[in-house]
């Protein structure tokens, strides 16, 4: 088997772990604040479990750039097994916390040390043949979606075998499998040599140097209105559901449904469109991948049943696995040679930033627009950051040509 065969099957297998191990506490997370650490207050409770999740996503905003400019220096697999071996060792302690305050700061730390995703991204990008890059980011994707789908799923069926705290030991376990097979397995031609002769700026300076360049910025905003769009309406979602079920019968379960589908068609399509990109080029996938999930987003807004809404957003994934690989592939297509590692690492943090804003704005604004003005909103955004891609990518591409 080709090397960059073998390094795309053990990093997908990773970026699934990853992201499983970061979403599987999800369903139980209250309990185990209340059962394992003590908590009693209802309010309490949420206000705690709302801070111990956001807090993984918001260190790792801010360090995603520092650990891509490290990356660029001393290599991707070096910065991945540092994640790798790492996010193993904090998982596992969090099964020892005892109260919640060591919860939080062990979710920061997980997020300052992580990377494993950015840096799995780079190193297939540097190692993959040009011709099968789309495939290959969207088979990573792909990795990367099955993972945050089956994480939730995975930690509640734990949870109830062999309760709350086996599972952060068994997914530090699984992260430390995962770091070793790539530390055995994967390799990357990396010129320590060259990478030492080339002027390393700050990372403020590496953020002006790309945001210089346009199509990386249009880019950028891509990855963040994706999270955006996907996630301001999510708090709302059940409530969304229970007005279109119309009973309780079997609220949770389509209320479940309607949140994992998207990701269930995502990871369908992303190696698919992925493939299709290598042949017809990712900026056409892109361009159509974005006026299609604006598009989306209409239907949902206009829903009359339960079904309505599934189909609209299994159609949602459909148009989402076009997003984010070729995203990666233009960004490598477009990124100075040497900073590719930061380049990522930004575009990660972007994600995070999206993450991190879309719940926010979208609890801000149901209020006064409610959940179908915030499914129109998302589809404008998106409409908009689909014609600033037109202008940045397509026009140049056709006046260079």
């Known amino acids: 088997?080709?090397?960059?065969?073998?390094?795309?099957?053990?990093?997908?297998?990773?970026?699934?772990?990853?992201?499983?191990?970061?979403?599987?506490?999800?369903?139980?997370?209250?309990?185990?604040?209340?059962?394992?650490?003590?908590?009693?207050?209802p309010h309490e409770i949420a206000l705690w479990a709302g801070f111990i999740f956001a807090g993984n996503f918001v260190t790792s905003f801010i360090f995603q750039p520092i650990w891509g400019k490290l990356a660029d220096k001393y290599g991707r697999k070096m910065m991945l097994l540092r994640s790798g071996f790492g996010m193993a060792?904090?998982?596992?302690l969090m099964g020892f916390?005892?109260?919640?305050?060591?919860?939080?700061?062990?979710?920061?730390?997980?997020?300052?040390?992580?990377?494993?995703?950015?840096?799995?991204?780079?190193?297939?990008?540097?190692?993959?043949?040009?011709?099968?890059?789309?495939?290959?980011?969207?088979?990573?994707?792909?990795?990367?979606?099955?993972?945050?789908?089956?994480?939730?799923?995975?930690?509640?069926?734990m949870a109830d075998a062999v309760g709350?705290?086996?599972?952060?030991?068994?997914?530090?376990?699984l992260l430390f499998a995962a770091s070793m097979l790539a530390w055995i397995v994967v390799k990357e031609p990396f010129d320590k040599s060259l990478a030492a002769s080339r002027t390393m700026v700050s990372v403020a300076e590496g953020l002006r140097k790309l945001r210089k360049i346009p199509q990386i910025t249009s880019l950028y905003a891509?990855?963040?209105?994706?999270?955006?769009?996907?996630?301001?309406?999510?708090t709302l979602m059940p409530l969304y559901v229970q007005e279109l079920h119309g009973t309780t019968a079997n609220l949770a379960f389509w209320a479940g449904f309607v949140g994992s589908v998207t990701g269930m068609s995502n990871m369908i399509a992303s190696p698919l469109l992925g493939r299709l990109s290598d042949r017809i080029g990712s900026e056409r996938i892109l361009a159509v991948s974005l006026i299609g999930a604006a598009v989306t987003f209409i239907p949902m807004a206009l829903a009359g049943s339960v079904w309505h809404l599934l189909l609209s957003r299994f159609a949602l994934g459909v148009f989402l696995g076009g997003l984010a690989p070729t995203v990666n592939v233009l960004i490598r297509k477009y990124t100075p040679d040497g900073m590719e590692s930061r380049a990522y690492s930004f575009n990660s943090s972007m994600l995070g930033l999206g993450n991190m804003v879309g719940p926010i704005v979208g609890g801000a604004l149901s209020g006064f627009i409610g959940i179908k003005g915030i499914f129109f909103m998302s589809a404008s955004l998106m409409i908009?950051?689909?014609?600033?891609?037109?202008?940045?990518?397509l026009h140049r591409r056709k006046a260079k040509a």
Not at 384 to 392: C, F, G, M, Q
């Open 222 to 234: 891509v990855t963040f209105m994706i999270q955006f769009a996907m996630l301001s309406p999510m």
């Open 97 to 157: 916390a005892t109260t919640p305050l060591h919860l939080l700061l062990l979710r920061m730390l997980n997020g300052t040390i992580s990377g494993f995703n950015p840096a799995s991204v780079a190193l297939v990008s540097a190692t993959t043949p040009k011709e099968r890059t789309g495939f290959a980011m969207g088979t990573l994707q792909s990795g990367g979606i099955a993972g945050t789908i089956m994480g939730p799923f995975i930690g509640g069926l």
């Open 384 to 393: 908009a950051n689909s014609l600033w891609v037109r202008k940045s990518l």
């Open 89 to 92: 060792i904090v998982m596992t």
């Open 164 to 173: 709350f705290r086996p599972i952060f030991y068994i997914t530090g376990s």
């Open 1 to 41: 088997m080709e090397q960059w065969k073998k390094n795309l099957i053990v990093l997908w297998f990773g970026q699934f772990l990853v992201n499983a191990g970061m979403t599987m506490i999800i369903p139980f997370l209250s309990l185990y604040l209340q059962f394992d650490l003590g908590l009693t207050d």
